[in-house]
């Protein structure tokens, strides 16, 4: 924000305050998730797998918001420690499609329980129609941004 008042009202700005919420949710999910050996592109990796197993890097990559490098970063140490598995030759092109382990879903069932828990304390001040409302509002506005609507 400028002196002269051509910036930006942080205080009334949505956008920052939809940037706060997520530094602040993230921050928390980190929190719950740490002591569980993870971190959230971690639980965001196993549970794109669990919803959509065979998902390769990049399909990973775009779903927990990391570039393809820190994605392969990730699921190789992940396959090291016995998570996810991988073809050791691509089935057709490139892409190694790969899929949770047992132990994989046993260490996503906890980090659920965990992440869950910091939703429900984020939606706790809410009614069940404010969290509807709040759910609907948030996914309009991700509609009108990657549609490139301008409200017209």
């Not at 309009?140 to 609507?149: F, P, V």
Request: positive net charge; proline residues 4%; hydrophobic residues 40%.
């Amino acid at each position: 924000m400028s002196q002269n008042g051509a910036g930006v009202d942080l205080g009334k700005s949505l956008g920052y305050l939809l940037k706060e919420a997520s530094s602040a949710l993230r921050a928390a999910m980190e929190e719950v998730l740490r002591p569980l050996g993870m971190s959230v592109t971690h639980y965001s990796c196993l549970e794109l797998l669990a919803q959509r197993p065979g998902l390769s890097n990049s399909e990973l990559a775009r779903g927990a918001f990391v570039t393809r490098q820190s994605m392969n970063v990730l699921l190789q140490a992940l396959e090291r420690e016995g998570y996810v598995t991988r073809p050791a030759e691509a089935p057709v092109g490139k892409v190694l499609p790969a899929r949770l382990t047992p132990r994989g879903r046993q260490s996503l069932e906890k980090a659920t329980v965990a992440v869950r828990s910091v939703e429900v304390r984020m939606l706790a001040g809410m009614t069940e129609t404010e969290q509807s409302g709040a759910f609907r509002i948030l996914q309009s506005m991700i509609h009108s941004l990657r549609d490139g609507n301008d409200g017209a």
